[in-house]
Structures are given as C-alpha cells and as structure tokens.
C-alpha cells in the first residue's frame, strides 16, 4: 500500500512567488496536516484538516493556506514568499481528526526561496 | 500548549552500546509518538506509545503517561541508527507539538 506522497520533492522560488505543494494521505485516512521545519529544528505545526474542513491552524501568517478535496488529498498554499519561508514542509495523514490516532509523514517538499 | 523536552541534546555512541532518549512533556495527552528522521529528511515512525511498553527489535519505548515522561531505548546500536530522534505528543486535538529532537551519531 502506498503511504504519504507528497509533490514536488524539491523546488525553488525567489521571494515574492506563489508555491503550491501537493499531499495525498495513505488509502482510506481523511485527516491531513501540514508542518514546516526549518533547519536544525523540530517540525512545526500549520494546518489540520479533516473531512474537507479546517480542523486547526498553528501559527502561520494569512499568507498560508490549505484546503482539502473530496478525495482526502491536500494542497498548501504560500504566497508572497519570504527567504525565511525555506525549509521542509511535511505532510501527515491520520484516520481521524480526533487527538488519538498515529501519525504518518510523507518524504517532504523541500523550498528554498531565493 | 503542551511543551515537549528531549534530553539529552546530543549522543555519541560507540557500535553496539546500548542508549536511552528521555522525553518530558507538560500536560496530558492523548498521542505521543517517536520517530526516526533520516538524513533525507523523512520522519520514519518508531512508536506510537500513550501509555504502556512496546519493543521492536532493538528499540522499546515505555510513556509513563502519570509521570509525563516517556523513554526510547536503543540496544546494540548501529551505525545505521545514526540520526535525529524526535518524540512528538498531542492533546485534544491532532496537533502534534514535537521536541528538538535528539542527534545520535554512532561511531564504527
């Protein structure tokens, strides 16, 4: 079975662009969210959804912003990009939006902004 | 929110020591979970542990929930184990608030 794929693996922009990264959660889970981590940190939380709908947002500036499709998959959205925006941004999927429940990453999208 | 302490920060090993990583956690939760980041970025799941012991091969983890505290243990290490070591916990929600992680390099 396939698990967390995420697209691009790999991009770069210069500041001011719009990036959109691409997550499809693992076969029959409904919960996606989205984490940033910059380097030699921890990932850090941004966006849950849940059945199509926000189910938590850490936080992030207005510039980002995801949404979810019928089909579970997922887009993240950052727009006006700044150079501290580069890191590695992770996709996790769940079967539930509940607190319980494992966690699964995919590989990442990795931005850099120059 | 939940704050998540990993100690120690740093770990050396020689090849085929034996390690354990600490994890404090502030309040109660509902998920806590250890993985294993490889050096391509991707975080690879250890334990999904609350509460409770768990082994897997040479790692076992055991969350003392009452405590807050939950400790991974590598036996027989690996250079292959080399990496960084995070623990992540949640609350009510899906939230995952994760620690600073814990670099292990084992050495041949």
């Known amino acids: 079975d396939a698990g967390v794929t995420q697209s691009p693996t790999h991009l770069i922009k210069t500041r001011g662009q719009h990036v959109t990264l691409r997550c499809s959660p693992i076969?029959?889970?409904?919960?996606v969210s989205w984490y940033q981590q910059v380097l030699g940190q921890g990932p850090q939380f941004i966006f849950q959804?849940?059945?199509?709908?926000e189910r938590g947002r850490g936080n992030f500036p207005d510039r980002f912003s995801a949404r979810q499709f019928p089909n579970y998959s997922s887009e993240l959205n950052v727009n006006a990009l700044l150079l501290g925006d580069s890191a590695l941004y992770l996709c996790?999927?769940?079967?539930w939006g509940s607190g319980s429940g494992e966690l699964f990453f995919g590989e990442g999208s990795r931005l850099t902004v120059l | 929110g939940i704050q998540v302490e990993q100690s120690p920060p740093d770990l050396i090993l020689q090849e085929g020591a034996n390690s354990t990583l600490r994890c404090n956690f502030s309040d109660s939760v509902n998920n806590l979970q250890w993985f294993h980041q490889n050096p391509w970025g991707q975080l690879i799941n250890l334990f999904y542990i609350p509460s409770g012991t768990k082994q897997n091969g040479r790692l076992s983890a055991t969350t003392v929930a009452t405590e807050r505290y939950s400790l991974l243990y590598i036996s027989s290490s690996q250079t292959t184990d080399s990496g960084v070591y995070f623990c992540?916990?949640?609350?009510?929600?899906?939230?995952?608030?994760f620690g600073k992680g814990i670099t292990l390099s084992v050495r041949p």
């Open positions: 996790a999927s769940s079967l």
């Open positions: 076969s029959g889970h409904k919960s």
């Open positions: 959804y849940y059945e199509k709908e």
């Open positions: 992540a916990v949640s609350g009510a929600n899906s939230k995952l608030t």
